[in-house]
């Protein structure tokens, strides 16, 4: 069971590991049988951000996170941090199933961080390790969609860097050709982007200005989750990505087999006219 990652983190035993949950979050008992019970479930820990820190946000400046447990008018957050992790659950079990072998994705036994950011609504999570830190005040956790979304996303970087920092070896050549071909056009880079979330006042995330390629591979990471969703539940994918431009053809199969034991349930492209 992964609850030995937390309780190397903790120092104790299940039980007492339980019990601290259950101290920690004394003011409110929902989000205690919520924390406790993911805990029970994946070896989760909830915990809050260590201590107040200034977080360096690269073209967001600096921003100040202060520690803040998901308990009280914050416990909407932690009810949609367990729902997505219990339809990643699910997603893994149906990709084993209709694959040869075990996705080489961890998604579970994590050391979940809360946060608030002061004054500021970003960033709304980031990864490090095997722990994951989530703002309370985030732009992007305001729906269990969003959060599913967005855990995805950072479950990824984390994985891309137990996998050798795959990204930076994989797809650092064609995401800097691809922005040498568009420059800052959205236009141009609209069908290479996994993801059509733009920056405000700037372009697609994967291409936006101090983005590397670890962030485009996160966003192909997430795209997959989407697409593989819709299809492994018998629903046709609009416009799959692998299909939009070569380049993405060879970025998909890559992460295919690098994380996902080689499964796409997304039909194949038609052949071009």
């Known amino acids: 069971m992964l609850a030995c990652v937390a309780l190397l983190l903790w120092g104790a035993t299940p039980s007492e590991a339980e019990a601290q949950l259950e101290q920690r979050f004394a003011a409110d008992a929902r989000a205690a049988a919520l924390a406790v019970a993911l805990f029970q479930k994946t070896g989760d820990v909830v915990l809050p951000l260590p201590a107040e820190e200034d977080f360096d946000g690269g073209y967001r400046g600096i921003i100040h996170l202060v520690p ?5 008018e914050y416990r909407a957050h932690l009810e949609r941090v367990c729902a997505a992790l219990a339809d990643y659950d699910a997603f893994f079990e149906r990709l084993e199933q209709a694959g040869q072998g075990k996705p080489r994705f961890r998604w579970r036994g994590l050391e979940l961080r809360f946060f608030r950011s002061v004054k500021r609504r970003t960033p709304a999570a980031f990864a490090s390790g095997w722990v994951v830190s989530y703002n309370v005040n985030g732009t992007l956790n305001g729906s269990v969609r969003q959060v599913r979304d967005l855990m995805f996303h950072e479950l990824f970087h984390s994985n891309d860097a137990d996998h050798r920092d795959w990204s930076a070896r994989t797809l650092q050549r064609q995401h800097r050709l691809i922005r040498l071909k568009c420059g800052g056009d959205s236009a141009c880079l609209q069908p290479y982007a996994p993801d059509p979330l733009m920056v405000r006042g700037g372009t697609y ?11 485009y591979g996160a966003d192909l990471a997430l795209r997959y989750w989407r697409e593989q969703r819709e299809a492994l539940a018998g629903r046709a994918v609009a416009k799959p990505f692998k299909c939009l431009t070569p380049e993405n053809a060879t970025a998909w199969a890559a992460l295919v087999d690098e994380f996902f034991a080689g499964v796409d349930a997304v039909p194949a492209c038609a052949a071009p006219r």
Request: without cysteine.
């Open 205 to 215: 995330y994967s291409f936006q200005p101090g983005n590397d390629e670890r962030e």
């Open 68 to 72: 803040q447990l998901p308990l009280g």
